[in-house]
């Protein structure tokens, strides 16, 4: 018999269980519909009590739907150190959620019996949320759950989800800055000074950058930090929310899918652009040439930036043989990048399943593990070893040398990325160091390689499931002879490369090519859109 009966009656009473629909915890948390979350918000605060107990130590509980519409929203939880839930996890978080009032205690019960946890240790959450109209609720609810289970809450209100990270990671492990919003922006701002002192130029130098907040959070807090900020990097934050509509014709995910600025954005040539996501843990750059030609700068892009210059700096500073770089991409990564990274650069590169928690692990491997997803997603962590060396040396570099400058540099640039999670502003600031310091505009960093014409595109199936992948998600294994068709396919164009997958949130399959022309590129979409309606149960019209 379960002893939490108070949990079962504050659930049946203020937070019931709605349906009987099946609900799965993944790389997003949960993410739905705004109007079905209320009960499972309730039931992660629970969850992220339990986790606090487990671990000794503060979770957090961000409310966010990141890129999605509006009217959906999503629930999901921080791991003390900043990362997201552990994996073994994730099954109790699926198991909570999905049993009936009247079993909750039980549930409880069993995770508190096999993870062997102390539930005489109060619990402490940290709970942030975005922008969406039903943020506020759903933040009620979960510390509802977080109350009941005789938990300490501190609501952090509306922060980005790399923010709440920051946050969670900052106070267990005692950083150097304070685990607060300020905190965040005095770590950025500090590390932006160290390294722009360091680049003899810079003083000659206005970075100025036009920053579309997507109508979300990002917004609101490009426009704080700017105050840290003074006039080292000005920033001038569009589609703030003032107006608009969340993630609607705006922001990182619009940017990337339609190869287009957001609507009612007029770019001006020579000027700098970035868009980030709803919650503020994407962005991607673009610009428009003399000839009005609109110029996408992706994850691949950014990655490739971030890589090149840690690897001068590598090399300067004398470290690139103690200090190994590599590069984690998934399947999405455009080719051109790919090769590019490979045979100029020479970087090792890794490609990774889809989806962030894949690349962070994948990036351990390496000393400086630089992983971007193509929708702009990603961030560089150094490893324990790449930081105690590059801070031995920087303690006893000559900043009038070429190497001891290049030291300082990296030392300087591990404090400013948020290592533990992709954060759209911290990768902003990152990108504008290494431009003032190259000197280098949006068209010379573009310059690099020339991306091969790719698509995107979704196919709607009965039964997403019927879709198998091995090799990081670029080989179909089921349904049979799927794959053997995709690489005949493959074989008519130049350049040709396609690979399917199954969405995580919804029964559709989503389908990428490239090829070296457009004309080609969509022959070989469109054939293997077919191929997957024809093989895998589509459902609605055939796609042509």
């Not at 978080?93 to 009936?100: D, E, G, L, Q, Y």
């Not at 109060?122 to 039903?134: A, E, K, L, W």
């Not at 609101?220 to 920033?235: N, S």
């Not at 040709?496 to 490239?514: L, M």
Request: net charge negative; hydrophobic share 40%.
């Amino acid at each position: 018999m379960s002893s939490f009966a108070d949990v079962i009656e504050h659930a049946a009473q203020n937070y019931p269980k709605t349906d009987q629909d099946a609900y799965l915890y993944g790389t997003a948390g949960f993410r739905m519909k705004a109007e079905k979350l209320n009960f499972i918000a309730y039931r992660v605060g629970i969850l992220a009590s339990l986790r606090s107990q487990a671990k000794s130590a503060v979770t957090g509980v961000m409310i966010t739907a990141s890129h999605n519409p509006a009217c959906d929203n999503g629930v999901k939880i921080i791991e003390p150190h900043g990362e997201m839930l552990h994996v073994d996890w994730e099954s109790f978080a699926t198991r909570m959620v999905n049993c009936r009032d009247e079993d909750l205690g039980n549930v409880i019960q069993s995770i508190i019996e096999e993870t062997k946890l102390d539930p005489s240790i109060t619990p402490q959450v940290f709970v942030g949320m975005d922008t969406r109209p039903s943020s506020p609720d759903l933040s009620k609810a979960c510390q509802a759950g977080v109350s009941v289970m005789n938990g300490k809450v501190t609501d952090y209100g509306y922060v980005t989800t790399p923010q709440l990270h920051y946050i969670v990671w900052s106070h267990n492990t005692k950083f150097t800055h304070p685990p607060t919003q300020e905190g965040y922006y005095l770590k950025i701002s500090t590390a932006l000074r160290q390294f722009l002192d360091l680049c003899k130029h810079s003083n000659s130098i206005t970075q100025k950058v036009t920053v579309d907040g997507s109508n979300g959070v990002g917004a609101m807090k490009v426009r704080e930090l700017q105050a840290y900020l003074g006039d080292m990097l000005t920033v001038n934050p569009v589609f703030d929310g003032s107006t608009g509509v969340l993630n609607y014709q705006c922001g990182a995910d619009y940017v990337k899918s339609n190869q287009t600025s957001p609507v009612g954005l007029d770019l001006v040539p020579g000027e700098k652009y970035a868009s980030f996501d709803g919650d503020a843990d994407r962005i991607v750059y673009y610009f428009i040439t003399q000839e009005g030609k609109f110029q996408l700068l992706d994850g691949d892009k950014i990655a490739i930036l971030i890589a090149s210059y840690l690897k001068q700096l590598l090399v300067d500073s004398g470290l690139s043989k103690e200090i190994s770089l590599g590069l984690v991409q998934t399947a999405y990564a455009n080719g051109a990048s790919t090769e590019y990274i490979s045979d100029k650069l020479s970087v090792p590169v890794s490609c990774s399943k889809t989806g962030v928690k894949h690349l962070h692990h994948c990036a351990l491997q390496y000393d400086i593990g630089v992983y971007f997803e193509a929708n702009g997603h990603g961030t560089v962590m150094f490893s324990d070893k790449a930081a105690m060396t590059i801070d031995l040396a920087a303690k006893s570099a000559d900043a009038n040398t070429a190497a001891g400058t290049a030291s300082l540099k990296l030392s300087a640039l591990t404090q400013l990325i948020m290592q533990i999670v992709g954060d759209a502003i911290s990768d902003l600031v990152f990108v504008e160091a290494i431009l003032t310091d190259l000197k280098m505009t949006l068209s010379q960093w573009n310059d690099q390689y020339t991306d091969l014409p790719n698509v995107l595109c979704k196919v709607s199936v009965a039964d997403r499931q019927v879709i198998k992948t091995t090799n990081a998600e670029r080989t179909a294994t089921s349904p049979i002879g799927l794959q053997a068709a995709i690489d005949e396919a493959v074989l008519k164009v130049s350049k040709g490369r396609s690979f399917v997958r199954p969405s995580g949130t919804e029964d559709v399959v989503r389908v990428y090519a490239e090829a070296s022309t457009l004309e080609e590129v969509k022959q070989l979409s469109l054939g293997v859109a077919c191929l997957v309606y024809d093989m895998c149960g589509g459902v609605g019209e055939r796609p042509v």
